[in-house]
T-cell receptor, first 112, second 113 residues
Framework: EADIYQTPRYLVIGTGKKITLECSQT?????MYWYQQDPGMELHLIHY???????EKGDLSSESTVSRIRTEHFPLTLESARPSHTSQYLC???????????FGEGSRLTVL | SQQGEEDPQALSIQEGENATMNCSYK?????LQWYRQNSGRGLVHLIL?????REKHSGRLRVTLDTSKKSSSLLITASRAADTASYFC?????????????FGQGTILTVHP
């Protein structure tokens, strides 16, 4: 079992609301990632971080933002949610120098 | 454009049969990984094969890599109903992209008891 946790698991909110998806890991990993998974299953990298105060945008443009103030914590924020943001968001972490990623259980966001 | 493409998109077999899934990619890689995802859950790492390796085994899993064809296959032998899940290949380009994985669209495997 991976020690990486995402909350909430499920969230249904109205358009225009601000939301934060939490991701925490207790493995001391420097690398952390956010992937967005669409209904067709494909995963797209939207944000990543290689350490504290380091954040980069991924391959898929996203209106969300992230922060990395502590090694173990990598929250994702949407300032004004829209129905197009409805998706599954997966957080992952890994050690520098290793290829394997550990994933959280995911946060399924529905914006009405 | 998508780095990894998987074939077939869905596979349905009987318990005890072997399941083979294929993955193709487009650019040079440092390593290729396979992950499993149960419905509604996160991904779990299965196996990693480096670009200088041709075959790797882990329990009932066998992975092959052909860098000249830019393709990989995952074989699950003696499948069980509990193997029912989605399987993804993911490539790591290395260099400045090291650690960033590009995922294929996945293969949905259903194993009937």
């Amino acid at each position: 079992e991976a020690d990486i946790y995402q909350t909430p698991r499920y969230l249904v909110i109205g358009t225009g609301k601000k939301i934060t998806l939490e991701c925490s890991q207790t493995m001391g990993h420097d690398k952390m990632y956010w992937y967005q998974q669409d209904p067709g299953m494909e995963l797209h990298l939207i944000h990543y971080s290689y350490g504290v105060n380091s954040t980069e945008k991924g391959d898929l443009s996203s209106e969300s933002t992230v922060s990395r103030i502590r090694t173990e914590h990598f929250p994702l924020t949407l300032e004004s949610a829209r129905p197009s943001h409805t998706s599954q968001y997966l957080c992952a972490s890994g050690r520098v120098g290793a290829g394997e990623l550990f994933f959280g259980e995911g946060s399924r966001l529905t914006v009405l | 454009s998508q780095q990894g493409e998987e074939d077939p998109q869905a596979l349905s077999i009987q318990e005890g049969e072997n399941a083979t899934m294929n993955c193709s990619y487009k650019t040079s890689i440092n390593n290729l990984q396979w992950y499993r995802q149960n419905s509604g859950r996160g991904l779990v790492h299965l196996i990693l094969i480096r670009s200088n390796e041709r075959e790797k085994h882990s329990g009932r899993l066998r992975v092959t890599l052909d860098t000249s064809k830019k393709s990989s296959s995952l074989l699950i032998t003696a499948s069980r109903a509990a193997d029912t899940a989605s399987y993804f290949c993911a490539t790591n380009a290395g260099g400045t992209s090291y650690g960033k994985l590009t995922f294929g669209q996945g293969t949905i495997l259903t194993v009937h008891p």
